[in-house]
Protein backbone atom coordinates (compact mmCIF):
# COMPACT_ATOMS: atom_id res chain seq x y z
CA UNK A 1 0.00 0.00 0.00
CA UNK A 2 2.40 2.56 1.11
CA UNK A 3 5.32 1.61 -1.52
CA UNK A 4 2.19 2.33 -3.88
CA UNK A 5 1.87 5.78 -2.92
CA UNK A 6 5.53 6.34 -3.01
CA UNK A 7 5.45 4.90 -6.35
CA UNK A 8 2.82 7.48 -7.42
CA UNK A 9 4.37 10.83 -5.41
CA UNK A 10 7.36 9.70 -7.02
CA UNK A 11 5.76 9.50 -10.45
CA UNK A 12 3.64 12.79 -9.97
CA UNK A 13 7.28 14.39 -8.89
CA UNK A 14 8.90 13.00 -11.78
CA UNK A 15 6.27 14.58 -14.38
CA UNK A 16 6.11 18.08 -12.71
CA UNK A 17 10.23 18.06 -12.48
CA UNK A 18 9.87 17.16 -16.22
CA UNK A 19 7.34 20.14 -17.01
CA UNK A 20 9.44 23.00 -15.34
CA UNK A 21 12.22 21.43 -17.47
CA UNK A 22 10.87 23.25 -20.57
CA UNK A 23 11.52 26.55 -19.67
CA UNK A 24 9.02 28.35 -21.78
CA UNK A 25 11.26 31.64 -20.60
CA UNK A 26 13.98 30.62 -22.82
CA UNK A 27 11.95 30.45 -25.58
CA UNK A 28 10.37 33.51 -25.35
CA UNK A 29 14.34 35.05 -25.49
CA UNK A 30 14.47 32.87 -28.55
CA UNK A 31 11.34 34.27 -30.16
CA UNK A 32 12.43 37.80 -29.44
CA UNK A 33 16.13 37.01 -31.43
CA UNK A 34 14.00 36.13 -34.35
CA UNK A 35 12.27 38.90 -34.37
CA UNK A 36 15.35 40.58 -34.65
CA UNK A 37 15.74 41.56 -31.06
CA UNK A 38 13.25 45.20 -31.65
CA UNK A 39 13.51 47.16 -29.39
CA UNK A 40 9.73 47.02 -28.14
CA UNK A 41 10.86 43.85 -26.55
CA UNK A 42 13.40 44.64 -24.46
CA UNK A 43 12.09 43.91 -21.50
CA UNK A 44 12.28 40.61 -22.61
CA UNK A 45 15.83 39.72 -20.69
CA UNK A 46 17.49 36.88 -19.58
CA UNK A 47 15.67 35.57 -16.50
CA UNK A 48 12.59 37.63 -16.24
CA UNK A 49 9.25 36.75 -14.19
CA UNK A 50 7.22 36.71 -18.04
CA UNK A 51 4.36 35.00 -16.03
CA UNK A 52 2.51 37.99 -15.32
CA UNK A 53 5.15 40.52 -14.30
CA UNK A 54 5.14 41.93 -17.05
CA UNK A 55 3.82 45.72 -17.88
CA UNK A 56 1.41 45.20 -21.07
CA UNK A 57 3.09 47.12 -23.86
CA UNK A 58 4.17 45.60 -27.05
CA UNK A 59 3.94 41.98 -25.33
CA UNK A 60 2.02 40.37 -23.59
CA UNK A 61 2.41 36.82 -21.68
CA UNK A 62 -0.03 34.40 -19.08
CA UNK A 63 0.79 31.45 -17.75
CA UNK A 64 -0.95 28.26 -16.44
CA UNK A 65 -0.03 27.53 -12.85
CA UNK A 66 2.66 25.32 -13.64
CA UNK A 67 4.77 28.22 -15.22
CA UNK A 68 3.90 27.26 -18.76
CA UNK A 69 2.86 29.76 -21.00
CA UNK A 70 -0.84 29.66 -21.93
CA UNK A 71 -1.48 32.75 -23.80
CA UNK A 72 1.25 34.73 -26.03
CA UNK A 73 0.41 37.93 -27.18
CA UNK A 74 2.90 40.01 -29.46
CA UNK A 75 1.91 43.47 -31.10
CA UNK A 76 2.59 46.60 -32.76
CA UNK A 77 6.26 46.07 -33.13
CA UNK A 78 8.21 47.93 -36.18
CA UNK A 79 11.64 45.65 -35.80
CA UNK A 80 12.90 44.61 -39.18
CA UNK A 81 11.92 42.24 -41.64
CA UNK A 82 11.26 38.37 -40.27
CA UNK A 83 9.65 35.17 -40.93
CA UNK A 84 7.50 33.60 -38.42
CA UNK A 85 8.78 33.04 -34.98
CA UNK A 86 9.21 29.36 -35.21
CA UNK A 87 10.43 29.28 -31.54
CA UNK A 88 6.61 29.71 -30.64
CA UNK A 89 5.79 26.40 -32.34
CA UNK A 90 7.41 25.20 -28.65
CA UNK A 91 5.21 26.78 -26.48
CA UNK A 92 3.28 23.18 -26.49
CA UNK A 93 0.81 24.80 -23.50
CA UNK A 94 -0.23 27.51 -25.44
CA UNK A 95 -4.05 27.98 -25.54
CA UNK A 96 -4.14 31.45 -27.12
CA UNK A 97 -2.28 33.27 -29.92
CA UNK A 98 -2.30 36.42 -31.07
CA UNK A 99 -0.18 38.25 -33.33
CA UNK A 100 -1.05 41.76 -33.91
CA UNK A 101 0.00 44.69 -36.40
CA UNK A 102 3.28 43.15 -37.25
CA UNK A 103 4.03 44.61 -40.48
CA UNK A 104 7.04 43.29 -40.77
CA UNK A 105 6.78 39.44 -40.50
CA UNK A 106 6.84 37.76 -43.94
CA UNK A 107 6.37 34.23 -45.33
CA UNK A 108 4.61 31.11 -44.67
CA UNK A 109 3.05 30.27 -41.05
CA UNK A 110 5.30 27.45 -40.38
CA UNK A 111 3.50 24.12 -40.31
CA UNK A 112 5.01 23.45 -36.96
CA UNK A 113 2.11 25.65 -35.21
CA UNK A 114 0.12 22.12 -35.34
CA UNK A 115 2.62 21.09 -32.51
CA UNK A 116 0.43 23.28 -30.83
CA UNK A 117 -2.51 21.69 -30.10
CA UNK A 118 -4.39 23.06 -27.45
CA UNK A 119 -5.03 26.36 -28.98
CA UNK A 120 -8.23 27.68 -29.20
CA UNK A 121 -7.71 31.03 -30.40
CA UNK A 122 -5.44 32.03 -33.30
CA UNK A 123 -5.60 36.03 -33.87
CA UNK A 124 -2.87 37.18 -36.71
CA UNK A 125 -3.97 40.65 -37.86
CA UNK A 126 -2.42 43.47 -40.07
CA UNK A 127 0.81 41.34 -40.69
CA UNK A 128 2.31 40.26 -43.83
CA UNK A 129 2.61 36.44 -43.56
CA UNK A 130 1.07 34.89 -47.00
CA UNK A 131 0.50 31.63 -46.69
CA UNK A 132 -1.32 28.93 -44.73
CA UNK A 133 -0.17 25.34 -45.34
CA UNK A 134 -2.60 22.55 -46.32
CA UNK A 135 -1.56 20.79 -42.75
CA UNK A 136 -1.97 23.72 -40.62
CA UNK A 137 -4.68 22.65 -38.62
CA UNK A 138 -4.42 18.45 -38.69
CA UNK A 139 -4.42 18.95 -34.78
CA UNK A 140 -5.88 21.66 -33.61
CA UNK A 141 -9.19 19.63 -32.64
CA UNK A 142 -9.44 22.61 -29.38
CA UNK A 143 -9.36 25.24 -31.86
CA UNK A 144 -12.52 27.09 -31.37
CA UNK A 145 -11.57 30.86 -32.82
CA UNK A 146 -9.86 31.52 -35.72
CA UNK A 147 -9.10 35.39 -36.40
CA UNK A 148 -6.87 35.79 -39.39
CA UNK A 149 -7.70 39.59 -40.97
CA UNK A 150 -5.93 42.02 -43.37
CA UNK A 151 -2.95 40.01 -44.21
CA UNK A 152 -1.59 38.73 -47.48
CA UNK A 153 -2.37 35.31 -47.82
CA UNK A 154 -2.68 33.78 -51.05
CA UNK A 155 -4.37 30.17 -51.98
CA UNK A 156 -7.24 28.47 -50.93
CA UNK A 157 -8.41 27.65 -47.49
CA UNK A 158 -6.62 24.57 -46.20
CA UNK A 159 -8.81 21.30 -45.89
CA UNK A 160 -7.53 20.27 -42.80
CA UNK A 161 -9.73 23.63 -41.50
CA UNK A 162 -12.88 21.99 -41.91
CA UNK A 163 -11.86 19.12 -39.63
CA UNK A 164 -12.39 21.01 -36.66
CA UNK A 165 -15.26 19.96 -34.22
CA UNK A 166 -15.20 22.91 -32.04
CA UNK A 167 -14.49 25.82 -34.25
CA UNK A 168 -17.96 28.27 -34.30
CA UNK A 169 -15.70 31.52 -35.27
CA UNK A 170 -14.37 32.10 -38.79
CA UNK A 171 -12.89 35.60 -39.47
CA UNK A 172 -10.13 35.16 -42.48
CA UNK A 173 -11.54 39.31 -43.80
CA UNK A 174 -9.49 41.09 -46.17
CA UNK A 175 -6.79 38.47 -47.51
CA UNK A 176 -6.17 37.20 -50.96
CA UNK A 177 -7.83 34.03 -50.53
CA UNK A 178 -9.15 32.09 -53.44
CA UNK A 179 -11.00 28.70 -54.41
CA UNK A 180 -14.31 27.45 -53.01
CA UNK A 181 -15.89 28.23 -49.49
CA UNK A 182 -15.76 24.47 -47.90
CA UNK A 183 -18.33 22.76 -46.24
CA UNK A 184 -18.27 22.40 -43.01
CA UNK A 185 -16.50 25.56 -41.56
CA UNK A 186 -17.66 26.27 -38.80
CA UNK A 187 -19.64 23.75 -35.92
CA UNK A 188 -21.97 24.64 -33.19
CA UNK A 189 -25.06 26.29 -31.89
CA UNK A 190 -24.26 30.05 -32.67
CA UNK A 191 -21.08 30.16 -35.56
CA UNK A 192 -20.03 33.34 -37.45
CA UNK A 193 -18.06 33.21 -40.83
CA UNK A 194 -16.45 36.17 -41.87
CA UNK A 195 -15.03 35.93 -45.82
CA UNK A 196 -15.37 39.36 -46.84
CA UNK A 197 -12.39 41.38 -49.24
CA UNK A 198 -10.97 37.73 -50.59
CA UNK A 199 -11.39 36.12 -53.97
CA UNK A 200 -13.74 33.13 -53.37
CA UNK A 201 -14.89 31.51 -56.37
CA UNK A 202 -17.96 28.98 -56.69
CA UNK A 203 -21.48 29.59 -54.77
CA UNK A 204 -21.89 29.32 -50.89
CA UNK A 205 -22.34 25.35 -50.18
CA UNK A 206 -26.20 24.13 -49.73
CA UNK A 207 -24.49 22.02 -46.78
CA UNK A 208 -24.93 25.72 -45.21
CA UNK A 209 -28.74 25.57 -44.63
CA UNK A 210 -28.33 23.08 -41.80
CA UNK A 211 -25.39 24.90 -39.92
CA UNK A 212 -26.45 27.14 -37.39
CA UNK A 213 -25.57 30.51 -38.61
CA UNK A 214 -25.82 33.58 -37.04
CA UNK A 215 -23.40 35.65 -39.11
CA UNK A 216 -22.47 35.14 -42.46
CA UNK A 217 -20.10 37.99 -44.09
CA UNK A 218 -19.15 37.01 -47.79
CA UNK A 219 -18.99 40.96 -48.93
CA UNK A 220 -16.31 41.48 -51.84
CA UNK A 221 -15.24 38.20 -53.15
CA UNK A 222 -16.50 36.66 -56.67
CA UNK A 223 -19.36 34.53 -55.63
CA UNK A 224 -21.98 33.28 -57.69
CA UNK A 225 -25.20 31.35 -57.84
CA UNK A 226 -28.43 31.50 -55.13
CA UNK A 227 -27.66 31.57 -51.79
CA UNK A 228 -31.11 32.91 -50.57
CA UNK A 229 -31.63 29.11 -48.47
CA UNK A 230 -30.42 31.33 -45.78
CA UNK A 231 -32.83 34.00 -45.03
CA UNK A 232 -34.89 32.04 -43.49
CA UNK A 233 -32.91 29.88 -41.42
CA UNK A 234 -33.48 29.82 -37.59
CA UNK A 235 -31.84 32.48 -35.20
CA UNK A 236 -29.92 33.65 -38.38
CA UNK A 237 -28.70 37.46 -37.76
CA UNK A 238 -26.60 38.84 -40.24
CA UNK A 239 -26.18 38.58 -44.06
CA UNK A 240 -23.93 40.36 -46.11
CA UNK A 241 -23.52 38.87 -49.90
CA UNK A 242 -23.08 42.82 -51.19
CA UNK A 243 -20.41 42.98 -53.97
CA UNK A 244 -20.54 39.25 -55.19
CA UNK A 245 -21.74 38.15 -58.56
CA UNK A 246 -25.17 36.22 -57.07
CA UNK A 247 -28.01 35.53 -59.96
CA UNK A 248 -31.09 34.40 -58.25
CA UNK A 249 -34.76 35.54 -58.13
CA UNK A 250 -35.98 36.99 -55.38
CA UNK A 251 -39.68 37.33 -55.55
CA UNK A 252 -40.67 34.30 -53.75
CA UNK A 253 -37.77 34.38 -50.91
CA UNK A 254 -39.03 33.93 -47.50
CA UNK A 255 -36.96 36.27 -44.40
CA UNK A 256 -36.56 34.69 -41.34
CA UNK A 257 -37.93 37.24 -38.70
CA UNK A 258 -34.78 37.20 -36.35
CA UNK A 259 -32.80 38.41 -39.46
CA UNK A 260 -31.76 42.05 -38.74
CA UNK A 261 -29.09 42.75 -41.49
CA UNK A 262 -29.86 41.56 -44.88
CA UNK A 263 -27.17 43.00 -47.64
CA UNK A 264 -27.66 42.40 -51.04
CA UNK A 265 -25.92 45.50 -52.69
CA UNK A 266 -24.20 45.05 -55.72
CA UNK A 267 -24.92 41.65 -57.40
CA UNK A 268 -27.77 40.29 -60.48
CA UNK A 269 -30.00 39.51 -57.99
CA UNK A 270 -33.42 39.87 -60.47
CA UNK A 271 -37.37 39.35 -59.55
CA UNK A 272 -39.58 41.63 -57.45
CA UNK A 273 -38.91 42.38 -54.04
CA UNK A 274 -40.75 39.66 -51.38
CA UNK A 275 -43.74 40.48 -49.67
CA UNK A 276 -41.90 38.99 -46.63
CA UNK A 277 -39.24 41.88 -46.32
CA UNK A 278 -42.27 44.89 -45.17
CA UNK A 279 -43.73 41.83 -42.87
CA UNK A 280 -40.25 42.09 -40.69
CA UNK A 281 -41.23 44.19 -37.80
CA UNK A 282 -37.98 44.50 -36.02
CA UNK A 283 -35.13 46.79 -36.68
CA UNK A 284 -34.08 45.88 -39.85
CA UNK A 285 -30.90 47.04 -42.34
CA UNK A 286 -31.51 46.11 -45.39
CA UNK A 287 -29.80 47.28 -49.19
CA UNK A 288 -31.06 46.20 -52.24
CA UNK A 289 -28.56 48.91 -54.08
CA UNK A 290 -27.21 48.02 -57.83
CA UNK A 291 -29.56 44.70 -58.79
CA UNK A 292 -31.91 44.01 -61.42
CA UNK A 293 -34.87 43.88 -59.46
CA UNK A 294 -38.38 45.30 -60.60
CA UNK A 295 -41.52 46.00 -59.96
CA UNK A 296 -43.71 47.54 -56.66
CA UNK A 297 -41.73 47.89 -53.44
CA UNK A 298 -43.95 46.37 -50.70
CA UNK A 299 -44.86 48.49 -48.23
CA UNK A 300 -44.37 48.38 -44.50
CA UNK A 301 -46.88 49.01 -41.58
CA UNK A 302 -45.20 49.70 -38.58
CA UNK A 303 -41.92 51.85 -40.50
CA UNK A 304 -43.45 53.00 -43.72
CA UNK A 305 -40.47 53.69 -45.87
CA UNK A 306 -38.84 57.20 -45.75
CA UNK A 307 -37.70 59.42 -48.90
CA UNK A 308 -34.09 58.43 -47.30
CA UNK A 309 -34.37 55.45 -47.67
CA UNK A 310 -34.48 55.60 -51.36
CA UNK A 311 -30.58 55.02 -51.82
CA UNK A 312 -31.01 51.46 -51.09
CA UNK A 313 -33.38 50.35 -53.85
CA UNK A 314 -31.60 52.58 -56.29
CA UNK A 315 -29.40 51.41 -59.50
CA UNK A 316 -32.11 48.35 -60.02
CA UNK A 317 -33.84 47.65 -63.14
CA UNK A 318 -37.32 48.93 -62.91
CA UNK A 319 -38.25 49.19 -58.95
CA UNK A 320 -41.48 51.76 -58.23
CA UNK A 321 -43.63 52.84 -55.34
CA UNK A 322 -42.26 54.60 -52.40
CA UNK A 323 -39.38 55.70 -51.23
CA UNK A 324 -38.91 55.48 -55.27
CA UNK A 325 -41.37 57.60 -57.38
CA UNK A 326 -44.99 56.03 -58.01
CA UNK A 327 -45.54 52.89 -60.32
CA UNK A 328 -46.98 53.81 -63.36
CA UNK A 329 -50.40 52.79 -63.87
CA UNK A 330 -52.13 52.26 -67.33
CA UNK A 331 -55.40 54.48 -67.37
CA UNK A 332 -58.52 53.33 -68.27
CA UNK A 333 -58.21 53.20 -72.18
CA UNK A 334 -59.94 56.27 -74.16
C1 LIG B 1 12.55 23.96 -29.41
O1 LIG B 1 12.37 22.58 -29.62
C2 LIG B 1 13.40 21.99 -30.35
C3 LIG B 1 13.08 20.55 -30.65
O2 LIG B 1 11.85 20.17 -30.17
C4 LIG B 1 14.71 22.09 -29.59
O3 LIG B 1 15.76 21.55 -30.35
C5 LIG B 1 14.99 23.59 -29.32
O4 LIG B 1 16.13 23.69 -28.50
C6 LIG B 1 13.82 24.20 -28.62
N1 LIG B 1 14.09 25.63 -28.51
C7 LIG B 1 13.99 26.28 -27.36
C8 LIG B 1 14.32 27.73 -27.41
O5 LIG B 1 13.61 25.75 -26.34
C1 LIG C 1 -6.55 45.16 -45.81
O1 LIG C 1 -5.26 44.67 -45.59
C2 LIG C 1 -4.22 45.52 -46.03
C3 LIG C 1 -2.92 44.85 -45.74
O2 LIG C 1 -2.89 43.60 -46.33
C4 LIG C 1 -4.30 46.85 -45.31
O3 LIG C 1 -3.32 47.72 -45.81
C5 LIG C 1 -5.69 47.45 -45.48
O4 LIG C 1 -5.80 48.62 -44.70
C6 LIG C 1 -6.74 46.46 -45.07
N1 LIG C 1 -8.05 47.00 -45.38
C7 LIG C 1 -9.00 47.08 -44.47
C8 LIG C 1 -10.32 47.63 -44.95
O5 LIG C 1 -8.85 46.72 -43.31
Not at 128 to 142: D, V
Not at 277 to 302: M, V, W, Y
Amino acid sequence: MSIIFYLLLLSSCTSSVLSTDVNDGLVLLKIKEQLGNPQELSNWVEGFQFCGGLPYGSGNVECTSTGRVRFLGIQHIKGPAAPFPEAICNLTELQGLSLLSLYNLYGPIPSCVNQLSNLGLLNIQNTGLSSLPESLFLNHQKLTNLIVTSNVFSGSIPASLSTIPTLYYVDLTNNSLKGSIPPDLVHGQYTYLFLSDNRFTGEIPKSYQWLPLSVIDVRNNKLTGDPSFLFNKENILTIDLSHNNFEFDFSNVEISETLSYLQLGFNKIYGKIPQSIASTNRFFFLDLRDNKLCGEIPQRQDFPWQPSDASIFADNKCLCGSPLPPCYKAGPAP
